[in-house]
């Protein structure tokens, strides 16, 4: 999973937790915090979305695969690209169709 360890703990770190307070903030073991962070274990997708909630980011920039950056506030800046949209869109693990593509496109240039 990329990078997920490692950005893991260094979220944990900069927001002042310890592994057992971060365990019981996400209703988690210490032992799981302590293996993902280890990379000995990986989070199925619930507890990664959990996560990324907690530490108001998102499920790509926790396995490594945005550039995507927490700010002070919490807030995302977050260089998206096609596939990000799609990924986000996409929740329930199923793939956007060609038809859908051009649906969602059709509809967001009638925005302004």
Not at 32 to 52: C, Q, T, W
């Amino acid at each position: 999973m990329g990078e997920f360890n490692k950005i893991f703990k260094e979220l944990r770190l900069k927001n002042g937790y310890t592994q057992d307070g971060l365990a019981d903030a996400l209703e988690l073991s210490r032992s799981s915090v302590s293996m993902y962070e280890n990379g000995h274990r990986e989070p199925d997708f619930d507890i990664l979305e959990k996560i990324a909630d907690f530490f108001c980011v998102d499920i790509d920039y926790l396995i490594g695969h945005s550039v995507g950056q927490v700010l002070n506030e919490g807030e995302k800046k977050i260089e998206t690209s096609y596939a990000d949209v799609e990924l986000l869109i996409a929740r329930n693990g199923k793939m956007m169709s060609k038809e859908q593509k051009l649906r969602l496109i059709q509809l967001l240039s009638e925005l302004d």
